[in-house]
């Protein structure tokens, strides 16, 4: 059973820059796609950024795209989101998620969805003041 804890949320000003981390134990993570999602407050968890397991193929939320960046190191075992350019509608509880599937090689449409992923992390708080 894999547990997964993410790092480096934080208070940051608009138009700045965060690296949060999801480290991986139990077991690797080199077989399986991973995922961020986010929630903010009074609204549903949403879809940021998806890494295919090959590392091969990312995609992200349309309103992300060209400002995040997900990435993944299978040998730390971990999966990474850097964020630049950070708006204050950018404010919520960033999660990691691993998908259920190993080896899995679909369309986006998969990796957009929350119940791809069975495994999730408590979240780290990112907090975007204008």
């Known amino acids: 059973q894999v547990q997964l804890v993410e790092s480096g949320g934080d208070l940051v000003q608009a138009g700045g820059s965060l690296r949060l981390s999801c480290a991986a134990s139990?077991?690797?993570?080199?077989?399986?796609?991973m995922a961020w999602f986010r929630q903010a407050p009074g609204k549903e968890r949403e879809f940021v950024a998806a890494?295919?397991?090959?590392?091969?193929?990312?995609y992200y939320l349309d309103s992300v795209k060209g400002r995040f960046t997900i990435s993944r190191d299978n040998h730390r075992n971990t999966v990474d989101l850097q964020m630049m350019s950070l708006k204050t509608e950018d404010t919520a509880v960033y999660y990691c998620a691993t998908d259920t599937l190993p080896q899995s090689l679909y369309s986006r449409a998969y990796y957009v969805r929350e119940s791809t992923y069975d495994t999730w992390g408590q979240g780290t708080q990112v907090t975007v003041s204008s």
């Open positions: 890494i295919s397991w090959t590392g091969g193929s990312t």
């Open positions: 139990g077991r690797t993570i080199r077989n399986y796609a």
